[in-house]
């Protein structure tokens, strides 16, 4: 199973970027999937998370009317749509997939919550320059 996060580089403040997930060895339709960005030297921190099958959709406040995610089952990719990027938005940004929809969701609906999704992928970079 091979989680992969891609899309990330270099944008001005203001622009925007669409990173995907994708998966081999794994159908992501069953899963809730999870964005989460860590930047240097900071803790990893969730994004958001949309539920399996596109249901329900969680943001943290810093990236609400910003950030919008989608799910192609055809093409087993999530897609995360940045919009009007900050410099406070550049930071490794990773996605994770889980079965546990409602304990995914709560990493984001409550940040403090620590649970640990089943895949992780490889982050990409987001670079944005003020």
């Known amino acids: 199973v091979q989680l992969q996060a891609s899309g990330g580089g270099l944008v001005e403040t203001g622009g925007s970027l669409r990173l995907s997930c994708s998966a081999s060895?794994?159908?992501?339709?069953?899963?809730?999937i999870g964005w989460f960005r860590q930047a240097p030297g900071k803790e990893r921190v969730g994004v958001l998370c949309?539920?399996?099958?596109?249901?329900?959709?969680y943001w943290t406040d810093s990236v609400k009317g910003r950030f919008t995610v989608s799910r192609d089952g055809a093409k087993n990719t999530v897609y995360l749509q940045m919009n009007d990027l900050e410099p406070e938005d550049a930071a490794v940004y990773y996605c994770?997939?889980?079965?546990?929809?409602?304990?995914?969701?709560?990493?984001?609906?409550?940040?403090?919550?620590?649970?640990?999704?089943?895949?992780w992928g490889q982050g990409t970079q987001v670079t944005v320059s003020s």
């Open positions: 060895g794994l159908t992501l339709d069953p899963y809730a």
């Open positions: 994770a997939a889980d079965r546990m929809g409602p304990l995914a969701i709560a990493t984001i609906r409550s940040p403090g919550f620590k649970y640990e999704y089943d895949y």
């Open positions: 949309i539920s399996s099958r596109g249901g329900t959709t």
